[in-house]
């Protein structure tokens, strides 16, 4: 919960500032300060104190597997979770930029309100995931994801920015804790990690492949208006092939309950 809240004010705050640093000195120095940010980050987590229980006799071995790394169990609701990163990825390269052809002034805007309707919608989503069918919450996250990249294409105003953030926010607010929460619960305890590392090398592949496929979209249609809106249309098609593949995961889960579901797989 504490780390989850520490990257919402991360997400506030951290594009914001690097906008306005950006057009204060120029964005060499924006990148300059989050080096030294994250050699800072570095040092204090040295400092952080780690034990480690042993291990109970019998399961030690030696060498690392495939599976200690990566479960194929969690990789498809890691691959559904990464899409979400994905979105955010060509949201934080390009937003600026769209704001810059399009003449949207304090576009920065965008990543406060995101983030304050993040802090509403993640405590009310957790609750509801908890539920029976509560993995179900994925459905909506992501036609309002899909919508929030789909108006970002088409906004001309600040109002229609801030209006794409309050959707992105509830989407995402929703749909990646669920698709998480649900990892963690298809592999034991033990397993955590594997489950969570898993997880997150979806987010990463994401979060990196997104703006890349964007930039070479905008590099085919131009750096204008008109090629912007096209990118950012076009990104949200990721999240219909995102419903498409959710429908088929559920469907090969036979539309049972997730506990259900868990149990069969011991």
């Known amino acids: 919960g504490y780390y989850g809240l520490v990257n919402i004010f991360a997400t506030a705050i951290g594009p914001s500032l690097g906008l306005s640093l950006g057009d204060a000195f120029g964005f060499g120095l924006s990148y300059v300060i989050s080096g030294i940010l994250l050699f800072a980050a570095a040092g204090f987590a040295l400092l952080i104190p780690l034990t480690q229980s042993p291990s109970p006799k019998g399961t030690a071995r030696k060498g690392i597997r495939l599976d200690d790394l990566v479960s194929l169990k969690v990789l498809p609701l890691a691959l559904l979770g990464g899409l979400f990163s994905m979105s955010n990825g060509i949201i934080g390269s390009y937003i600026a930029l769209l704001g810059d052809v399009r003449g949207i002034v304090n576009i920065g805007l965008y ?93 990463d592949v994401g979060q990196g492949l997104g703006p890349m496929l964007a930039g070479a979209m905008v590099g085919a249609c131009g750096a204008d208006s008109a090629g912007y809106g096209v990118m950012f249309t076009c990104a949200s098609l990721i999240f219909a092939a995102g419903l498409l593949g959710f429908a088929l995961y559920r469907l090969k889960q036979k539309g049972s309950p997730l506990s259900t579901a868990q149990a069969e797989e011991g």
Do not use: C, H
Request: hydrophobic letters at 55%.
């Open 111 to 203: 990543f406060t309100v995101n983030a304050a309707v993040l802090l509403l919608v993640r405590p009310l989503a957790g609750k509801l995931s908890d539920r029976k069918n509560g993995l179900l919450l994925v459905f909506p996250a992501m036609l309002l994801d899909g919508a929030a990249l789909l108006l970002l294409g088409r906004a001309g105003a600040l109002w229609m920015v801030s209006l794409a953030a309050v959707l992105k926010a509830m989407g995402q607010g929703s749909g990646q804790p669920t698709l998480q929460a649900a990892s963690l619960k298809l592999l034991p305890p033990e397993k955590s990690g594997v489950a969570s590392s898993t997880f997150y090398i979806g987010g």
